[in-house]
């Protein structure tokens, strides 16, 4: 199997629509529909404990593709010769006013892979309250994001409260809670 063609079919400021020819295992051609961000080097979300209270730092912001408020972790695509690192450094920053070092970041994932290409990196990082300071914010003009602090113990019960308030949840937020869940 192996993609033999992609054609733009559909472009706007900040996405593509490609049609992707691609050969099965069969040896047949086909066809797929598929989404791309034009010039960007993939994103970061930001998993951030401050310390030494162990809270998550999360934000609140609407989503019009949802057309609703989603819970996320902070989040950011990388600039051009930009490091996934120097992303979740900047990014945190600018989206919570918190200034965190990255412990570890792992490898890309596809959150959604028949219908984007995009990956994002998870960046583990912490953050020393006694160390922040003023806390200033540096949103894009189109952003509106309230930051969440919330209980590591208390994640699971907050997003099941975020969602009867009729607020998404980001998938990749949903499986982070689950992982710290005993069953």
Known sequence: MKRIACETIGAGHWLLLNELKYVDRKGKIRSWEAAARRNCAGAVAMICTLRPSN????VRQYRPP????????????????ESPEETAVRELR??????????????PAYSSPGLTS?????????AEEAEQGELRTQFDESEDIETLLIEKRRLADFLTEADRRGEAVDGKLLSYAMGLMEF
């Open 55 to 58: 809270r998550l730092i999360l």
């Open 66 to 81: 949802v057309n609703r408020l989603t819970i996320e972790f902070p989040a950011g695509l990388v600039n051009p010769g």
């Open 94 to 107: 600018e989206e919570t006013g918190y200034r965190g070092k990255v412990l570890r970041l792992l490898p």
């Open 118 to 126: 995009e990956a994002t990196r998870l960046a583990l990082m912490e």
